[in-house]
């Protein structure tokens, strides 16, 4: 779902003269870097407004879990930049090395966290209920992003510990069909890929009422609906060059994209409204973001929130955890609440930041150099 981004140029789907230049990142899209990173915030303000309102009709932002599938969307765009020309080269084995570097360090450190608030909430015991073992492997299952739900105090998640890793666990999906499948496909195929996508998205609409599954034991295969479908049309989006060349900005851009998440929720009509966003406003806006010029003044911003996403989004939940259990044995109003998540939003963000700059850049660097061979 999260990587590297890209900045759009011609100039550079050329024949690579040699295979050390195939390793070398390609210029980022430096816009669609600064959606990712308010997507990402997005998504982190959803998961406690859920907990704290638990009547979706009445959570400002209750669609904020639709930020996933603009992930997925804009991970099939970049991927396809990144690698089309050159997957053949590069081969399997040095893709699988290049993008378990760039996203398996957060979901250990993800991991780690989760662990440790399982051991240490002070609103809870799970310990004392799930003992050594179950513990053990509810870390290691977390760690190799292996499906164990197996905690019904936790909505039976995945990934109990670390509750986002299910998109994750999606996207290692859709990377390995990538190398092995996607990339060889013509335009014809992908387009049937992505038809094929767009019914199953609309079946799962109609069979569950929404699109916010994926996450869970009861809706496993959601993910994989959601995942096929997204990726494979930021591909076609790609693919087909359908950039649509505009002056919005990322002001405008960013505005567009909170529409989605802002949009009142409607059990009697969120079967129509997101399809319709999944299926045709997301992509629509990866094709606007990368089609508009950023300004020079944004530049840094939109770098350091494209940088700071995908930690933000592997390491904010097992916070989101305790808030669970304090919000149900300590029951505060309302008018706390709303000084508890702001302040809480803006620790984990800087928390964030910090890890990335100190523990996941510093690691990435090293297992580039020790395991990529050029």
């Known amino acids: 779902m999260f990587i590297i981004g890209t900045h759009f140029n011609p100039s550079f789907v050329i024949a690579e003269p040699n295979k050390a230049q195939l390793l070398i ?5 430096t816009l669609l870097d600064g959606l990712r990173g308010l997507a990402a915030v997005v998504v982190v303000i959803y998961h406690f407004m859920e907990i704290a309102i638990t009547d979706y009709s009445k959570n400002f932002i209750a669609h904020g879990f639709l930020a996933v599938d603009f992930f997925f969307c804009l991970s099939g765009f970049v991927i396809a930049y990144a690698y089309d020309t050159r997957a ?6 040095q893709f699988f090395k290049l993008r378990l570097i760039r996203l398996h360090p957060l979901v250990l450190i993800g991991s780690i966290l989760g662990l440790l608030t399982f051991l240490l909430d002070p609103f809870s015991d799970f310990y004392s209920v799930y003992g050594l073992g179950k513990t053990a492997l509810l870390f290691l299952t977390s760690a190799f992003l292996i499906p164990y739900p197996i905690m019904p105090e936790r909505y039976t998640n995945l990934f109990c510990l670390n509750a986002p890793a ?3 666990f999606w996207e290692y999906i859709a ?3 990538y190398i092995l499948i996607f990339f060889r496909l013509g335009k014809k195929m992908l387009f049937a890929l992505v038809l094929v996508g767009a019914a199953l998205i609309c079946y ?3 069979h569950s009422t929404n699109l916010s599954g994926g996450w869970g034991g009861q809706n496993f295969w959601d993910g994989g609906v959601r995942v096929l479908y997204s990726f494979a ?16 900005g990322f002001a405008g851009i960013s505005i567009l ?22 299926l045709f406003y997301f ?45 149900a044995v300590v029951k505060p109003s309302m008018s706390t609440l709303w000084v508890v998540i702001p302040v809480s939003v803006i620790l984990l963000v800087l928390l964030a930041y910090l890890i990335m700059k100190f523990v996941d850049l510093p690691l990435r660097k090293y297992l580039r150099h020790k395991f990529i061979k050029v």
């Not at 990142?25 to 899209?29: A, E, G, I």
């Not at 591909?235 to 919005?248: P, S």
């Not at 996403?309 to 919000?327: A, C, E, G, R």
């Open 204 to 206: 799962v609409a109609i």
């Open 166 to 168: 299910w998109s994750l």
């Open 233 to 248: 049309a930021g591909m076609l989006v790609y693919r087909a060059n359908w950039i649509i060349k505009n002056k919005l």
């Open 88 to 93: 053949e080269n590069i081969g399997i084995t």
């Open 175 to 177: 990377n390995i069909f």
């Open 283 to 327: 992509p629509l806006l990866v094709a606007m973001g990368a089609g508009t010029n950023l300004s020079p003044s944004l530049t840094k911003l939109c770098n350091l929130s494209g940088e700071i996403s995908y930690p933000l989004y592997m390491t904010h939940y097992p916070f989101v955890w305790v808030f669970l259990t304090y919000v």
């Open 257 to 278: 994209l909170l529409v989605a998440f802002l949009i009142p929720y409607s059990d009697q009509y969120n079967w129509i409204i997101e399809p319709i966003i999944v």
């Open 25 to 29: 990142t390609k210029p980022h899209f």
